[in-house]
C-alpha cells in the first residue's frame, strides 16, 4: 500500500521527485569526488588520520549552505532537461502529426447522425492533418478490436462503417459508407458501438449493419486501427468502464492513447 501511494505521488509531482534525486545525485558525486582528493593526498604516515578527514568533509559536504547550492544547481540541471524534453515533444508531435489523426469520442446527436442499426451511434472522429502539403488521403478504412479486462470477451470489427458527411456549395449529402476519402483538414467518423435498449447494452456492427456481439459489463480496452492508401495512419487505445445504471465513462483523460503511426496501405514510389 505504501508503495502504491510513492509511486502515485511520483506521478503526482514528477518535477520534485527530479530534482530530489539529482540533489542526491549531486551530493553523492562531490562526496566521491573529495574523499578521492583526500586519498589521493594524503601519505602512508597519515592513513589513520583518513576518517577524521572523512567525518569532516562530510560535515562540509551537507552543510546547509552546500545543500542549498546543491539544490539550485539540482533544479537548473532539471530546468534545462524539461526544457529540451518540452521541444522533442513538440517536434515528435509535428512530425508525426502529418496524416490521419484522432480528433475525438463523440455521441451521434451532436453530430446529426441518424440511427443505424436500430440504435443510437458513439463515433471516432478522424481528421486528415495533411494541410501544410495538402493530400487527400484515399479509401479510408478502420478496423476496432474490444478487449474485456477480465479477459472473457473479444470482439473484432474488420472494417468499420462511417457516416460520411459532405458539402459541395450549395449541395449537401450524406450517408453510410464501408470506407471514405478525407481531403486536406477534412473531418469524417466511424462507428465505435451502438446504444439500443435501455439497459445501457452496447452492441458492436460490421460496416453492413451486420452484429458482431454485445459488450458486457465491466472494463473494456479498444484497438483503433486507422489506414488509409496513400497517407500514414495511426493505431491507438481507448479504455472505458460499462455498466448498467451508469453507461459508459472513459478511464483516462485524455481518453484516446497513441500507440503507433501505421504507414500508408500502398506507398507512393
Given at each position: 500500500?505504501?508503495?502504491?501511494?510513492?509511486?502515485?505521488?511520483?506521478?503526482?509531482?514528477?518535477?520534485?521527485?527530479?530534482?530530489?534525486?539529482?540533489?542526491?545525485?549531486?551530493?553523492?558525486?562531490?562526496?566521491?569526488?573529495?574523499?578521492?582528493?583526500?586519498?589521493?593526498r594524503v601519505d602512508d604516515g597519515a592513513v589513520l588520520l583518513l576518517p577524521e578527514i572523512r567525518d569532516t568533509l562530510m560535515a562540509a559536504i551537507h552543510h546547509p549552505?552546500?545543500?542549498?547550492?546543491?539544490?539550485?544547481?539540482?533544479?537548473?540541471v532539471g530546468m534545462v532537461f524539461f526544457a529540451h524534453y518540452t521541444a522533442w515533444r513538440k517536434n515528435r508531435n509535428r512530425s508525426s502529426s502529418t496524416?490521419?489523426?484522432?480528433?475525438?469520442c463523440d455521441g451521434s446527436t451532436s453530430r446529426n447522425i441518424p440511427r443505424w442499426a436500430e440504435g443510437v451511434v458513439t463515433v471516432i472522429e478522424v481528421t486528415n492533418s495533411s494541410s501544410r502539403v495538402p493530400i487527400t488521403a484515399k479509401d479510408?478504412?478502420?478496423?476496432?478490436?474490444?478487449?474485456?479486462?477480465?479477459?472473457?470477451?473479444?470482439?473484432?470489427v474488420p472494417n468499420?462503417?462511417?457516416?460520411?458527411?459532405?458539402?459541395?456549395?450549395s449541395t449537401h449529402s450524406a450517408g453510410w459508407r464501408s470506407s471514405v476519402d478525407l481531403e486536406a483538414s477534412e473531418t469524417q467518423c466511424f462507428v465505435l458501438f451502438v446504444h439500443k435498449d435501455q439497459e445501457n447494452r452496447l452492441w458492436v456492427h460490421r460496416d453492413n449493419g451486420s452484429p458482431v456481439g454485445v459488450l458486457e459489463y465491466g472494463g473494456w480496452e479498444v484497438i483503433l486501427r486507422v489506414t488509409a492508401e496513400?497517407?500514414?495512419?495511426?493505431?491507438g487505445t481507448l479504455k472505458f468502464t460499462i455498466t448498467k445504471f451508469g453507461g459508459f465513462q472513459f478511464e483516462t483523460s485524455p481518453a484516446f492513447a497513441l500507440r503507433r503511426r501505421l504507414p500508408p496501405r500502398f506507398p507512393q514510389g
Open positions: 500500500m505504501y508503495f502504491q501511494r510513492s509511486l502515485e505521488e511520483i506521478r503526482r509531482h514528477p518535477r520534485r521527485w527530479l530534482w530530489g534525486l539529482l540533489v542526491i545525485a549531486l551530493e553523492k558525486l562531490l562526496e566521491h569526488r573529495a574523499l578521492a582528493w583526500a586519498n589521493d549552505v552546500i545543500s542549498v547550492l546543491l539544490m539550485a544547481a539540482a533544479y537548473a496524416g490521419l489523426n484522432f480528433a475525438g479510408v478504412i478502420a478496423q476496432i478490436q474490444f478487449s474485456h479486462v477480465s479477459g472473457s470477451q473479444r470482439l473484432t468499420a462503417a462511417w457516416y460520411a458527411m459532405t458539402d459541395s456549395g496513400n497517407v500514414a495512419g495511426f493505431e
